[in-house]
């Protein structure tokens, strides 16, 4: 059940709720506003804080008994020392809702010392991605062990005339990440380009944006050779999504999403070890149909065309194969060599029909390599692009969303990477510079500016971050918003 959120002017001390998360810098003193929940708790606050048990680091949660009155259990969570203050109290925010799932309260309520809009809306989006969980496919507990399910959070603040808007900016992006998460982590059984295209068109009806997906026979029309030829080894329907969110004047952004429900790498197949991670290959979809359902939510004064390329990479009798050469949607002649590299042909075309929308920009975000793992580890996403300018607006989103980014060339020298002896260009550069090769290869497909994505190594992960569990992170559902919330003015 979707978690409620609301705002309320009270002090600290004086809610009555199962849970209070009280958010704290690092090395701080007790603040004023806290005496009377301090009093109230017979000053173990206080003393706590002088003990040094609790100092405030970022991701450091202390659980502590509540008093007589008012809340019965409290959570001090840290900010850590405050150099990005919305990312710090996102996260906090997120470790509360986390916390308080996982402690089985019916509610909570989150106080920081910053009230401001802004921070309500963090506070608000993190609240919202903490309590985030996919429990679809398991059973309850047996009913004498079951607790209550998180239903609300209380954001406790001061006055202020825009707070509930801020709450309902925060709830619309919270709710974009969780979209994400939840369709990432679906088993690609259940999440397939179908569905997709159900949720897509539900998000379109929901919120009047035009919508249009190609099946494989309008794809044969229109002469998608580089997407059809990795769609060839599957029975199911691959999907090209397109939804356009028309609220503004101008040529639209357009955000595409690498959307493979499944990649088993096809007749190159990948090893069996961890291959059912490869459910995560459409975390770039994921996020654009997050995004959009976002920006619509939030009315943003943008025009925004979402494209989302889906399908899944089977081996079969049917499969295409090592050797293969493909015709793409631009007329471009690739040489397959590697059946694995296929979301870079799934892409080629989605870009190259993006041409279409005339685009003032498009940002593309895709699990293109495992080579940016490498690189750049789970942290940052891999940057790229063909225009200075857009590549330091896709930045600076990052920072504000906190989900960084990191720049990495296309200089034309790495282009000798993907020469092919029998074609325009081949889909596989080796192992070496394997994201900039990826990215070389798509960038043969715009004419447009344009930013890609490697968000190999940040769409989910293997280990629990605390702030997030193990699975799908939403990344980069938040940049994509702050991009266009930048271009919205
Ligand atoms: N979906 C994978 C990339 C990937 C790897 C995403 C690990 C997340 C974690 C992509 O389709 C792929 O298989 N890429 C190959 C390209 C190679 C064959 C040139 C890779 O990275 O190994
Ligand atoms: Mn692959
Ligand atoms: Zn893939």
Partial sequence: MALRLSIRRAEPHS??????????????????????????????????????????ARD????????????????????????????????????AGRQARKLGVGSLAF?????????????????????????????????????????????LTGDSKGAEDALARGAAIGEGIALARRLAMMPGNLCTPDFLAYTARDIAKRYGMKITVLGREEMEKEKMGSFLCVAQGTPQDPKLIAMEYRKGSGKPVVLVGKGLCFDSGGIS????????????????AAAVLGAMQAIAQLELPVNVVGLVGSTTNMPSGTAFKPGDVVRSH?????????????????????????????????????????????????????????????????????????????????????????KSDVADLKNSGGRAAGSISAALFLKEFVDYPWVHLDIAGTAYSETDLGFI????????????????RGRAG
């Fill in 60 to 95: 450091e949660s202390l659980h502590l008994a509540g008093g007589d009155k008012g809340a019965q259990r409290i959570l001090l969570v840290g900010l850590g020392d405050g150099t990005d203050s919305a990312g710090a109290l996102r996260r906090a925010a997120a470790i």
């Fill in 269 to 284: 197949i990948k090893p069996a070890q961890g291959m059912e991670m490869m459910k995560f290959d459409m975390c770039g």
């Fill in 111 to 155: 106080w920081s010392e910053n009230s401001s809009d802004s921070a309500i809306e963090v506070a608000a989006a993190g609240l919202i991605t903490g309590a985030w969980e996919y429990s679809d496919l398991k059973a309850l507990p047996p009913e004498d062990e079951r607790k209550p399910s998180l239903e609300e959070a209380i954001i």
């Fill in 330 to 418: 631009l007329g471009k002649h690739i040489e397959i060599i590697n059946t694995d590299a296929e979301g870079r042909l799934v892409l080629a075309d989605v870009l190259s029909y993006a041409r279409k929308f005339s685009p003032a920009a498009v940002v593309d975000a895709a699990t293109l390599t495992g080579a940016c793992v490498i690189a750049l580890g789970h942290t940052a996403i891999g940057v790229f692009g063909n225009d200075d300018s857009v590549i330091q607006e896709v930045l600076a989103a990052g920072q504000r969303s906190g989900e960084p980014g990191w720049p990495l060339p296309l200089w034309d020298d790495y282009k000798e990477l993907i």
């Fill in 469 to 484: 569990p193990k699975g799908p992170t939403g990344i980069p559902v938040g940049l994509f918003i702050e991009f266009i």
């Fill in 15 to 56: 809610v009555d709720v199962p849970l209070l998360a009280v958010a704290l810098p690092k090395n701080t003193k007790l603040p004023a506003a806290l005496d009377a929940l301090d009093a109230s708790l017979g000053h173990a606050l206080g003393r706590t804080l002088a003990r040094r048990d609790f100092r405030g």
